[in-house]
């Protein structure tokens, strides 16, 4: 299983970022994948997830802001980030095989698969 994000880069407060994520090495749309952020200092924390049906669960402090969507032919998971804001700067990590698909409150699991990240950084 290999997991590549890409897309993130430095934006003023109130922009907006797309992040994709290209997987291999397994049945992309069977399982549950999901996005992570890890700010300086803090946890890695749940940001949104989707199953192989499409539902998708997010945190509060996303909602409305971040949407999560995949490109089954293309074996591409993509976050949309609008509206950002300095508190959303952190490593941007995509991850899939989730034990549970749903975005859980503390710090985020460790299992699964994960790529290596991609910097979002926000400017005030």
């Known amino acids: 299983v290999h997991l590549e994000e890409s897309g993130g880069g430095s934006v003023q407060a109130g922009g907006s970022l797309r992040l994709s994520c290209v997987a291999s090495?397994?049945?992309?749309?069977?399982?549950?994948m999901g996005w992570f952020r890890q700010a300086p200092g803090k946890e890695r924390e749940g940001l949104v997830t989707i199953d192989r049906y499409g539902y998708t669960t997010s945190a509060d402090s996303v909602k409305g802001r971040f949407t999560i969507s995949s490109d089954n032919a293309k074996h591409t998971l993509y976050l949309q980030l609008n509206s950002l804001t300095p508190e959303d700067t952190g490593m941007y990590y995509c991850?899939?095989?989730?034990?549970?698909?749903?975005?859980?409150?503390?710090?985020?699991?460790?299992?699964?698969?994960w790529g290596q990240g991609t910097q979002v950084t926000v400017s005030s």
């Open positions: 991850a899939a095989f989730l034990p549970v698909c749903a975005v859980l409150p503390g710090p985020a699991t460790k299992e699964g698969y």
């Open positions: 090495g397994y049945t992309y749309s069977s399982v549950c």
